[in-house]
């Protein structure tokens, strides 16, 4: 285990927000964990790209969030659609796919999770689609009239996509309702960022579009629901996008499996695990809340699981459900 972060001193969270970032974290952790000795044991219909270690960045963008506001997410882990309200049923029957997902089966092995009624809009077919996907559910808020707003995640990797620049300088002249959130592991499958970006920071890029562009320790929940509660805020003013950096630790390989010889023997050396992070911001006091949550997670995931693996297979013309033409 990472050493624990030391409390800011100068930090006052929320007790109840703690709490639930603190679940959510640990649901998401306990989901990681079981998927990586689900496949080890039982194999996979398909890639998993597990999150593990990013789930801080995750829960502290979420919780800064409303139902109503839009989420177009990248496809790593499981803590996006866990954090905006879904379901571990409709998630982990996604990923086996069983009639219990969100997508009734259709989203196996790289999921698509999607609810609309949580502004969860699902991935798009390749990554670097959410750019313009979330600039048009702002658009669409803006036209409407309405104060809500979309946030479009991505990976550094990604941010070298043409859709990453075209869509910002129009949502910045619009002012549209747009977040940018990248979560910067450092590694583009197996190619470091430092090697193929001139800026040290993808957030460097928001001067040339007007915007705030913001560095957030990604291991830190509680600094990253700050900054991104500022977002929003300034969103729904009108005032227009922001693009945030969260630096985050990609601990696992880029897909289950993976041998990662591209890595250094001491690449976790600086690595601060998010679930631990925020245990101290809950503080001694809470420590048997903290141990409880995370108990029942373990166990909430293990049934859930096992409840997925014995759902049904879809019937083959569910592919054919939800098409327009």
């Known amino acids: 285990m990472a050493p624990r972060k030391r409390r800011p001193t100068n930090v006052q969270a929320d007790p109840e927000l703690l709490l639930k970032m603190f679940t959510t974290v640990a649901r998401a952790r306990a989901l990681e964990d079981a ?9 996979f219909a398909g890639f998993w790209h ?51 997902g969100s997508t009734g089966g259709k989203g196996a092995g790289v999921p698509h999770w999607a609810d ?8 798009g077919a390749t990554l670097g689609s959410v750019y313009p996907l979330a600039a048009g559910a702002a658009l669409s808020a803006k036209m409407r009239g309405t104060d809500q707003v979309a946030l479009a995640d991505f990976g550094d990797g990604t941010s070298h996509r043409g859709t990453f620049h075209e869509t910002l300088i129009q949502a910045a002249s619009w002012k549209l309702p747009l977040i940018y959130f990248c979560e910067n592991n450092g590694l583009s499958v197996s190619t470091r960022f430092d090697d193929v970006s001139p800026t040290p920071n993808v957030a460097d890029r928001a001067s040339a579009y007007g915007i705030p562009g913001v560095v957030v320790d990604g291991h ?14 300034r969103a729904r003013a009108g005032e227009g ?31 601060q695990d998010p679930l631990e992070v925020l245990r101290t911001y809950l503080g001694d006091d809470r420590a048997e809340t903290a141990d409880k949550i995370v108990a029942d997670a373990v166990a909430e995931v293990a049934e859930e699981l096992h409840r997925a693996e014995a759902a049904d297979l879809p019937d083959p013309q569910i592919i054919m459900k939800d098409v327009f033409v």
Request: proline share 5%.
């Open 220 to 233: 830190d929940a509680v600094e990253v629901h700050r900054v991104t509660a500022e977002a929003v805020e």
């Open 241 to 271: 996008p922001t693009l945030i950096e969260a630096k985050v630790t990609r601990v696992g390989g880029h897909w289950e499996g993976d041998a990662q010889q591209y890595r250094p023997a001491d690449f976790l050396k600086d690595y």
């Open 116 to 123: 609309p009624a949580l502004g969860i809009m699902g991935e």
């Open 35 to 43: 998927l990586a000795l689900h496949i080890r044991d039982h194999g």
């Open 50 to 100: 597990p999150g593990k270690g990013q789930e801080g960045a995750v829960a502290g963008a979420c919780a800064a969030l409303r139902t109503d506001d839009y989420l177009f997410y990248q496809g790593r882990g499981a803590t996006w659609p866990l954090a905006k309200g879904m379901g571990l049923q409709p998630i982990i029957g996604d990923l086996l796919g069983r009639v219990t």
